[in-house]
């Protein structure tokens, strides 16, 4: 527990991604099982103590030190735990026990109950000195929130022992904390995990924005770029997963789907509901609004599920039988694909038609007429190009239709006035300085105080309020954890902003929670289109 708690300060008061790098990999070099694994576990946000709440800690301090004083502390830090740390009163005997393990410490918790919480992590904190109480209720709570990505300590695990973190981000989705296989893997004392025995998820392949590249399309495809969201959909050993593109198990969600795929297959496309409207260039698919109501539910009504139906329209194939074809080019991918059709269900898969076009010219037109909603532009695949994680330069490119949208990250948050004076509603946001996996830093491009429904402002505010990394005067600076799809009228050249761009009437167009904040735009992307 004493490393991890130094570990936590030092990462508070180091403010470089490299050096934020340097750090984790370090302590996961150095330190002993299964500490490291649990260490890991809190950084990706995969700590999970049923019985314990930030109401407990909250209970625990009002039996503890005079409540007046612990809510005015509490407002004044802003940080449960850090309050805690501090008030916390020094046992009045000399402690027998020497400070907890991390190991120890998940042993202890995992048997709490709701009931017996309070008492047995008050026995922790009596054993532990400020920083290690600091360090026990942040992992106890689950809830670590020093700005650590779960990628970047990926990227540090990585590094830690020099293995691809495209491998890492591979065997990820089968572990379970402590990691003791992954571990074992990475130093070089077990074979990398199966992956083969459950319906785990694959990272998706991405694409970039089309800005000045010169694309021949003799070596790409083009397809339509649907306007709903990316699954990917896993069945093995008679289960079925429908993942996000965060790699969300959102199965629950649409049964409808999970219930449709009996082949050993792991398959890529777009969820869409299906429209009214049959044929056309969208072939039956409604706009994003239907799909809408759809989202972030843990369970269906029979009148959704029939007003709202979903389906998915398959663009790629992983895996079948037990073969990864992910090595494969995308046009051999996409013939074993168009065979396996007619072995799916029709009324919950369909095809992502390719668009025939003789030359960029000739799709920039069909582009330009394509007016149906449920179409947000077009892709254009490398024909000889594999499935690989990630987003890879020249290999698959999305080119929108309506371009003046970007995706931005969260930095910081101010009230908003009148009827909004009691919510966090005005944004501050930006794009990546280069590439963050190289340690590229977020520059502030823009402000949007408008764009979001009255629940999505809760939502936000609440985001606001729990992300909070930093207090000036009435600013929250946030950990970088939110995206924003971000629209504007325009966008110009600036000296008075560090970005070297302004844009014009920013509102926010859709909040990306299935989208990890490295993935957002860079600043090249919104200069790209400046007029
Ligand atoms: N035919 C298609 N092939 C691949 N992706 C498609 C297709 N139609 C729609 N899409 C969507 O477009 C996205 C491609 O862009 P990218 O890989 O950059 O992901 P993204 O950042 O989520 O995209 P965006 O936010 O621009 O929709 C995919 O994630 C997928 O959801």
Same mark, same amino acid.
């Given at each position: 527990?004493?490393?991890?708690?130094?570990?936590?300060?030092?990462?508070?008061?180091?403010?470089?991604?490299?050096?934020?790098?340097?750090?984790?990999?370090?302590?996961?070099?150095?330190?002993?099982?299964?500490?490291?694994?649990?260490?890991?576990?809190?950084?990706?946000?995969?700590?999970?103590?049923?019985?314990?709440?930030?109401?407990?800690?909250?209970?625990?301090?009002?039996?503890?030190?005079?409540?007046?004083?612990?809510?005015?502390?509490?407002?004044?830090?802003?940080?449960?735990?850090?309050?805690?740390?501090?008030?916390?009163?020094?046992?009045?005997?000399?402690?027998?026990?020497?400070?907890?393990?991390?190991?120890?410490?998940?042993?202890?918790?995992?048997?709490?109950?709701?009931?017996?919480?309070?008492?047995?992590?008050?026995?922790?904190?009596?054993? *532990?000195?400020?920083?290690?109480?600091?360090?026990?209720?942040?992992?106890?709570?689950?809830?670590?929130?020093?700005?650590?990505?779960?990628?970047?300590?990926?990227?540090?695990?990585?590094?830690?022992?020099?293995?691809?973190?495209?491998?890492?981000?591979?065997?990820?989705?089968?572990?379970?904390?402590?990691?003791?296989?992954?571990?074992?893997?990475?130093?070089?004392?077990?074979?990398?995990? =199966?992956?083969?025995? %459950?319906?785990?998820?694959?990272?998706?392949?991405?694409?970039?924005?089309?800005?000045?590249?010169?694309?021949?399309?003799?070596?790409?495809?083009?397809?339509?770029?649907?306007?709903?969201?990316? @699954?990917?959909?896993?069945?093995?050993?008679?289960?079925?997963?429908?993942?996000?593109?965060?790699?969300?198990?959102?199965?629950?969600?649409?049964?409808?789907?999970?219930?449709?795929?009996?082949?050993?297959?792991?398959?890529?496309?777009?969820?869409?509901?299906?429209?009214?409207?049959?044929?056309?260039?969208?072939?039956?698919?409604?706009?994003?609004?239907?799909?809408?109501?759809?989202?972030?539910?843990?369970?269906?009504?029979?009148?959704?599920?029939?007003?709202?139906?979903?389906?998915?329209?398959?663009?790629?194939? %992983?895996?079948?039988?037990?073969?990864? *074809?992910?090595?494969?080019?995308?046009?051999?991918?996409?013939?074993?694909?168009?065979?396996?059709?007619?072995?799916?269900?029709?009324?919950?898969?369909?095809?992502?038609?390719?668009?025939?076009?003789?030359?960029?010219?000739?799709?920039?037109?069909?582009?330009?007429?394509?007016?149906?909603?449920?179409?947000?532009?077009?892709?254009?695949?490398?024909?000889?190009?594999?499935?690989?994680?990630?987003?890879?330069?020249? *290999?698959?490119?999305?080119?929108?239709?309506?371009?003046?949208?970007?995706?931005?990250?969260?930095?910081?948050?101010? =009230?908003?006035?009148?009827?909004?004076?009691?919510?966090?509603?005005?944004?501050?946001?930006?794009?990546?300085?280069?590439?963050?996996?190289?340690?590229?830093?977020?520059?502030? @491009?823009?402000?949007?105080?408008?764009?979001?429904?009255?629940?999505? %402002?809760?939502?936000?505010?609440?985001?606001?309020?729990?992300?909070?990394?930093?207090?000036?005067?009435?600013?929250?600076?946030?950990?970088?954890?939110?995206?924003?799809? @971000?629209?504007?009228?325009?966008?110009? %050249?600036?000296?008075?902003?560090?970005?070297?761009?302004?844009?014009?009437?920013?509102?926010?167009?859709?909040?990306?929670?299935?989208?990890?904040?490295?993935?957002?735009?860079?600043?090249?992307? *919104?200069?790209?289109? @400046?007029?």
């Amino acid at each position: 527990m004493e490393r991890f708690a130094a570990l936590l300060d030092a990462l508070l008061l180091t403010p470089s991604r490299n050096g934020k790098l340097e750090l984790i990999a370090r302590y996961l070099r150095e330190s002993p099982d299964p500490d490291r694994g649990w260490a890991l576990a809190a950084l990706t946000s995969a700590v999970d103590f049923p019985a314990i709440k930030a109401g407990t800690v909250r209970t625990l301090m009002a039996s503890r030190v005079d409540p007046v004083l612990w809510t005015l502390s509490r407002d004044f830090v802003g940080d449960t735990a850090e309050t805690a740390s501090l008030l916390w009163p020094e046992p009045e005997q000399p402690q027998k026990d020497p400070p907890p393990t991390l190991g120890e410490v998940v042993d202890i918790l995992s048997q709490s109950t709701r009931g017996s919480a309070p008492i047995v992590l008050a026995g922790l904190l009596d054993r *532990l000195d400020a920083q290690g109480r600091y360090a026990l209720i942040k992992f106890a709570t689950g809830a670590l929130r020093i700005g650590i990505s779960a990628r970047l300590a990926k990227v540090a695990f990585a590094q830690a022992f020099a293995v691809p973190v495209d491998e890492v981000e591979e065997y990820w989705h089968g572990q379970q904390p402590p990691y003791s296989d992954l571990f074992a893997w990475a130093a070089g004392s077990a074979p990398p995990p =199966r992956t083969d025995l %459950l319906p785990l998820f694959r990272p998706f392949m991405l694409a970039h924005p089309l800005e000045k590249e010169t694309i021949d399309l003799a070596d790409y495809v083009a397809e339509w770029k649907w306007d709903g969201i990316r @699954v990917q959909l896993v069945h093995v050993g008679g289960q079925t997963r429908v993942y996000s593109r965060g790699g969300d198990d959102i199965s629950a969600s649409f049964p409808e789907i999970a219930g449709a795929l009996h082949l050993p297959a792991v398959l890529d496309g777009e969820l869409l509901i299906r429209g009214s409207a049959q044929g056309g260039e969208a072939g039956g698919a409604a706009s994003f609004n239907a799909l809408q109501q759809r989202l972030g539910r843990k369970a269906v009504s029979k009148t959704l599920l029939a007003e709202a139906p979903a389906f998915v329209r398959l663009y790629d194939l %992983l895996i079948l039988n037990g073969e990864d *074809l992910r090595e494969l080019p995308w046009s051999q991918r996409r013939t074993r694909l168009e065979e396996l059709l007619p072995h799916l269900d029709p009324a919950r898969f369909d095809l992502s038609r390719t668009i025939d076009a003789k030359d960029m010219d000739a799709l920039a037109e069909i582009r330009a007429g394509a007016r149906d909603a449920a179409i947000e532009g077009v892709m254009l695949k490398h024909r000889q190009s594999p499935y690989v994680a990630g987003r890879r330069t020249g *290999l698959w490119y999305k080119w929108k239709r309506e371009p003046l949208l970007i995706d931005c990250v969260l930095m910081y948050a101010q =009230r908003g006035s009148g009827k909004r004076s009691s919510f966090y509603s005005d944004f501050t946001f930006g794009c990546w300085n280069g590439d963050p996996d190289a340690g590229a830093e977020l520059l502030p @491009v823009g402000k949007a105080y408008f764009g979001f429904t009255d629940e999505e %402002l809760r939502f936000l505010d609440r985001h606001v309020r729990q992300h909070t990394v930093a207090k000036y005067g009435p600013v929250r600076e946030t950990d970088r954890s939110l995206v924003f799809e @971000v629209a504007f009228d325009s966008v110009h %050249l600036s000296k008075r902003h560090k970005s070297g761009v302004a844009m014009r009437f920013p509102r926010i167009h859709r909040i990306r929670q299935d989208k990890p904040a490295h993935e957002a735009d860079r600043l090249e992307t *919104l200069r790209a289109m @400046v007029t």
